[in-house]
């Protein structure tokens, strides 16, 4: 059987359709690992292209069996477009992602099947089902295997390698923060596949920069620290991302550190979401705690490690007053990266079904749901309030001469030449602000 896996083009964020073919798309580009996962969950017998319509064209008359869609909210009007062309011709095709498992019943009218959650258990079910004529409509979660016997990313289907690759380690989040579509998606306690399994892909991974696309690698310090012994160990001479919450790198001692460090970390990503306490606890993200972010933020610098901040605007205790406060604190904090984003409520997350029962859900055109789009009522402030004071904080943070005094200062706490992702990070985020905040 052959099956066609399409990832959709993607209209907003560091790289776009519209860097197609360009050396941002190779340096900036964003590694996928859902649908190479997808491929090596898939039986051998069967023959799997990857189609990332970012990086390739996407031909309606290629031979495919079977063509399965991976769909976020925002790429939702895109698949269905892709899914009802396909339909039409005369294809077999599945939805799965985000939005499918937040909004099956929508999906389904796109589709002839829609897989739910994780794919691991469901998705050979799925294929036998087709192959007897008995491919069921829905999928629903299904936890039913073990995450150790998850195969390694089929990296020899990923025709466009970007520089930054990437890895998976654990799956799901403990926290429950209302606004967050992957503890919705993933409502299930934390999962690690084994160490050595993990340190063995990195090793065979072709890119000597990546990320680990995990929700977070500090959900067990213990189990960390034996992931870098173990990268240690093997000498791997790579150097990498990973995300990390506030609450865990702000206990973690001085030993975890130096160990991140010699295992390779480059960068740490961390929610930090607002400078405002009440807007932090108000969205039940009650383990981040502001009074406490600069000095995790310098205790990373010392260690040589670079920070990038997520920072969300619009939580219901946000007043106008948020951007400017906002501004002086990442000033405050030196903090080197940050993702400016405007509040958005993700179909399936408390978040949206709590706005909708307000009667706070101003539209439903999935494609707004890109975090820099107004797509629901704010409570203290107007949507143009909302959507300028984002664009004011983006444009200031990433004005030329704050770019370059942030590039000094992190090329001389890193000491490597590998400081420059971090340095061109900013650089990445500038062009994306520009045009989607249109300054």
């Keep these: 059987m052959k099956i066609l896996l399409v990832f959709p083009r993607v ?35 069967h ?33 269905y477009e892709i899914a009802d062309e396909f339909r ?48 069921k409509k829905f999928y629903e979660r299904d936890y039913g295997f073990d995450i150790a016997d998850v195969p390694p990313l089929r990296r020899d289907l990923i025709v466009r390698n970007p520089l930054m690759g990437a890895v998976q380690w654990t799956r ?24 050595k399994a993990v340190v063995e892909e990195i090793k065979q991974m072709p890119n000597k920069l990546f990320i680990f696309h995990d929700p977070h690698i500090t959900s067990s310090p213990r189990y960390a620290r034996m992931l870098f012994k173990e990268m240690i160990r093997q000498k791997i001479r790579k150097v990498w991302m990973a995300n990390g919450t506030t609450n865990l790198l702000e206990k973690i001692d001085d030993e975890f550190l130096k160990l ?32 406490n972010f600069r000095k995790l933020i310098q205790r990373l ?28 604190k990442m000033y405050e904090w030196e903090i080197d990266v940050v993702e400016v984003n405007i509040l958005t409520p993700y179909p399936g997350t408390p978040l949206f079904d709590r706005l909708e029962k307000e009667g706070r859900i101003l539209t439903y055109d999935w494609a707004r749901y890109n975090q820099v789009e107004v797509v629901y009522k704010p409570k203290h402030m107007t949507e143009k309030e909302l959507y300028e004071g984002a664009r004011k904080v983006a ?28 340095a061109g990070g900013n650089i990445s985020y500038r062009r994306y602000y520009k045009k989607d905040f249109h300054f």
């Design 88 to 135: 039409r011709r005369g294809k077999t095709v599945v939805l799965g992602g985000y939005h499918p498992t937040a909004m099956p019943h929508e999906a389904i009218q796109h589709a002839d099947s829609v897989v739910m959650g994780w794919a691991e258990a469901s998705w050979p079910k799925l294929l036998k089902d087709f192959e007897k004529g008995k491919l």
């Design 47 to 79: 023959e799997v292209k990857i189609v990332n319509e970012n990086y390739m064209d996407l031909d309606f008359e290629e031979e495919a069996d079977l063509v399965g869609i991976t769909c976020y909210t925002m790429t939702a009007p895109r698949v």
């Design 172 to 195: 799901g989040c403990g926290n429950k923060c209302e606004f967050c579509a992957i503890s919705s998606f993933c409502n299930r306690g934390v999962m690690r596949r084994p160490i």
């Design 260 to 291: 991140a460090k010699k295992a390779g970390c480059l960068e740490w990503f961390i929610g930090f979401e607002s400078v405002s306490q009440k807007s932090l606890n108000s969205v039940k993200k009650t383990h981040n705690k502001v009074e």
């Design 395 to 422: 444009k200031e943070f990433y004005s030329i001469p704050n770019i370059i005094g942030r590039t000094a200062k992190i090329f001389a706490f890193t000491r490597k030449l590998t400081g420059f992702y971090p």
């Design 11 to 45: 209209e907003h964020g560091q790289t776009t359709i519209r860097d197609k073919g360009s050396w941002t798309a190779f340096i900036f580009g964003n590694p996928i690992i859902t649908l190479p996962h997808i491929a090596a969950i898939t039986p051998r017998e």
């Design 301 to 328: 610098h010392k260690y040589g490690m670079a920070v990038q901040g997520g920072i969300i605007f619009g939580f219901d205790e946000d007043t106008p007053d948020i951007f400017d406060l906002t501004l002086e």
